[in-house]
């Protein structure tokens, strides 16, 4: 595997489930993104991990949950989520600390689509 | 704040015309802009991104983008489309002193017509 992974690649949830998307980098980075993309929306950053310490918390509610156990793992543990969370989960990964710095491209999975009922 | 203008939310070219893909940002200091693409089912590839320097950058796929800091734009442009450059194009600013945070537009859906 190469890049950055993400699974599952689709999830239906119903809003008593508790599940967890998984993301996997293969890249050597240091920092590791949760973004949600709703449709008609910008990208919407939720959490930064940063040598595998959150460092960025963008007002999420606590139905969601992130853990990185290191600097290749990144989770999101969903619990009572209701239907306007259904939307494309990304994560992505960078080298370096500062946003748009040089080092500091962003490396994207392909997204777990979110569906809850 | 930061923010990033995307004024277009569909444009629709025919195969073989040119292209160009508005992008407007604000940003009290120098801006680190960034130009990615989506493809349906796919994450963001980066296109091309500015930093400093020319302001005319090059970019994969035969994308180009020139910073102009007088009018705050980023426009993205492509000599000839190609029918597989149809996409969801997302433009992107972010800097020193931004945190770890890249603000991005909402988004341009590119058709391309036979």
């Known amino acids: 595997e190469t890049g950055v992974t993400q699974t599952p690649r689709h999830l239906v949830m119903g809003m008593t489930n508790k599940k967890s998307l998984k993301c996997e980098q293969h890249l050597g980075h240091n920092a590791m993104y949760w973004y949600k993309q709703s449709a008609k929306k910008p990208l919407e950053l939720m959490f930064v991990?940063?040598?595998?310490?959150?460092?960025e918390n963008n007002s999420v509610p606590s139905r969601f949950s992130p853990e990185c156990p290191n600097s290749s793992h990144l989770f999101l543990h969903l619990h009572t989520l209701q239907p306007e969370d259904s939307a494309l989960y990304l994560c992505?990964?960078?080298?370096?600390?500062?946003?748009?710095?040089?080092?500091?491209?962003?490396?994207f999975g392909p997204g777990t689509r979110l569906t809850v009922l | 704040a930061q923010s990033v203008t995307q004024p277009d939310i569909h444009i629709t070219v025919s195969e073989g015309a040119s292209l160009e893909l508005r992008c407007n940002y604000s940003y009290g200091a120098t801006p680190y802009l960034f130009w990615y693409v989506q493809s349906p089912g796919q994450g963001l590839q980066l296109l091309l991104k500015y930093f400093s320097g020319d302001t005319l950058v090059q970019g994969i796929k035969g994308f180009e983008a020139e910073f102009k800091r007088s009018q705050s734009s980023f426009n993205l442009r492509k000599p000839s489309v190609h029918w597989s450059d149809a996409a969801e194009y997302f433009c992107a600013v972010g800097g020193l002193g931004s945190g770890y945070a890249l603000n991005f537009g909402k988004g341009t859906s590119l058709l391309v017509t036979p």
């Open positions: 991990y940063s040598l595998e310490e959150r460092v």
């Open positions: 992505a990964s960078s080298q370096g600390h500062i946003a748009g710095g040089p080092r500091n491209e962003q490396f």
